[in-house]
């Protein structure tokens, strides 16, 4: 009798433990959302949004143009959660900036190796050149002045303060006065260096501003003044100049004709992270360079029949 009780206690307990171990496998195998919802986190990081922020400085000349598409860049749901900053202060300012890590983004109307020379050479080489765009800088004048066009040698006596007069080149008697931009300017650089043939001095009498946006501004306002823009920045208040008899239209750029034009360059230092190779990428898209590009006044890099190198020698792509 004790024998078969021992015997009977025995098989209830093995049922009981055997009933438990299937009851718990299979709520171990029922939980499988459980298991999905752990790995969720890393499927979701592998295809998640870039978020960061850029500060991008530099071109007044290239700044309307890197504002405007920055803000619909940040309204395109792909990259809500990028922020970016665009400031001016001129190609050499951006380019410092840009060489010493203080923005991500050096926006410059020239080549870094232009900014960069000598014992600071290597310092270029540091810099990725990202070019999106071409830009034409144009003579204006005070609508008044009575000009439309003058040669590269009356500009460079213009500049030089051998003339002095506008009457001296076939103008209203006004005396000329220049606004000029500071030496920083990539701006001044390239109408110095395509237009005039050189640097030129900051005369006794003459304005210097730091912006593009002011120069036209005192152009428009002062009788007799003098200046240059690029493209993007025209309209009714000042008078483009054609140089050498060619109109600085897009045309005329994209074909060599007309010579005073840049590339838009947005340098990096090294290759760009990939939040600011987002902003770059989205500027050379052909939605961005057929729309934006095209309508505030800059040329696509993809429309240029000649390709210009630092040294200024121009080719036939």
Request: charge should be negative.
């Amino acid at each position: 009798m004790k024998k078969s009780l021992v015997l009977v206690l025995t098989l209830i307990v093995a049922l009981t433990l055997a009933a438990c171990g299937k009851s718990n496998n299979e709520g171990t195998a029922s939980s499988p959302s459980a298991s999905a919802s752990e790995s969720a986190p890393a499927s979701s990081a592998a295809g998640e949004a870039l978020s960061g922020t850029i500060l991008a400085a530099g071109s007044t000349a290239l700044q309307p143009l890197v504002e405007q598409v920055a803000t619909k860049f940040m309204a395109d749901s792909k990259y809500s959660g990028i922020s970016v900053t665009v400031q001016g202060g001129g190609s050499g300012g951006g380019l410092t900036q840009v060489q010493a890590g203080q923005v991500d983004i050096g926006n410059s109307d020239i080549f870094a190796e232009e900014k960069f020379k000598d014992a600071d050479a290597d310092k270029a080489k540091e810099l990725v050149d990202h070019q999106v765009a071409v830009v034409a800088i144009a003579t204006v004048a005070n609508p008044k002045v009575g000009v439309d066009n003058l040669t590269k040698q009356q500009l460079v006596d213009i500049f030089s303060g051998k003339v002095k007069n506008w009457k001296e080149v076939g103008g209203a008697d006004q005396k000329i006065v220049i606004v000029n931009r500071p030496s920083s300017s990539g701006t001044r650089k390239t109408f110095e260096n395509l237009a005039l043939g050189g640097p030129s001095q900051d005369l006794p009498g003459s304005i210097q501003e730091d912006s593009s946006g002011t120069v036209k501004k005192l152009v428009g306002e002062t009788p007799g003044a003098i200046g240059y823009l690029a493209l993007s920045y025209l309209d009714d208040s000042v008078k483009a100049l054609k140089y050498e008899g060619a109109d600085a239209s897009v045309e005329n750029v994209t074909t060599g004709k007309y010579p005073v034009w840049a590339y838009e360059h947005m340098y990096t230092k090294g290759e760009p992270t990939p939040v600011v190779k987002a902003l770059i990428d989205y500027i050379l898209s052909d939605e961005i360079q057929k729309s934006d590009v095209t309508e505030m006044g800059y040329i696509p890099i993809g429309d240029m029949k000649v390709a210009r190198d630092v040294n200024g020698n121009v080719t036939n792509k």
